[in-house]
């Protein structure tokens, strides 16, 4: 099982950029995105369940970032409109959990990419 993340960049403030992560050899029910800056913990950005229909975010990032999937490319994606300088961080996608907010709980991660906002 492999997840391939990819998009990142740098871009000013205010811009917009699309991750995305593509899962080969299974599929997932629950994906999710999390961010981690240089010295602090990775944290939770969104999570989305296999319908689509149910997505959850961050406070920081709701409102700014859409977290979407394609479940016959086996893919999510993570929309970010309005990028501020401490949206700064590599992202991470993930999948496999029992607690979507909880990046403990996942059990397969992406390499991550790099986003980087600058003012």
């Known amino acids: 099982v492999q997840l391939q993340a990819s998009g990142g960049g740098l871009v000013q403030a205010g811009d917009s950029l699309g991750l995305s992560c593509t899962a080969s050899?299974?599929?997932?029910?629950?994906m999710g995105w999390f961010r981690q800056a240089p010295g602090k913990e990775r944290e939770f950005v969104a999570a989305?369940?296999?319908?689509?229909?149910?997505?959850y975010y961050s406070d920081a990032v709701k409102g700014r970032f859409t977290i979407s999937r394609d479940n016959a490319k086996n893919t999510v994606y993570l929309q970010m409109n309005s990028l501020r300088p401490e949206d700064t961080a590599v992202y991470y996608c993930?999948?496999?959990?029992?607690?979507?907010?909880?990046?403990?709980?996942?059990?397969?991660w992406g390499q991550g990419t790099l986003v980087t906002v600058s003012s």
């Open positions: 993930a999948a496999q959990t029992s607690d979507y907010s909880d990046y403990r709980r996942y059990g397969y």
């Open positions: 050899g299974r599929t997932f029910s629950t």
């Open positions: 989305i369940m296999w319908s689509g229909a149910n997505t």
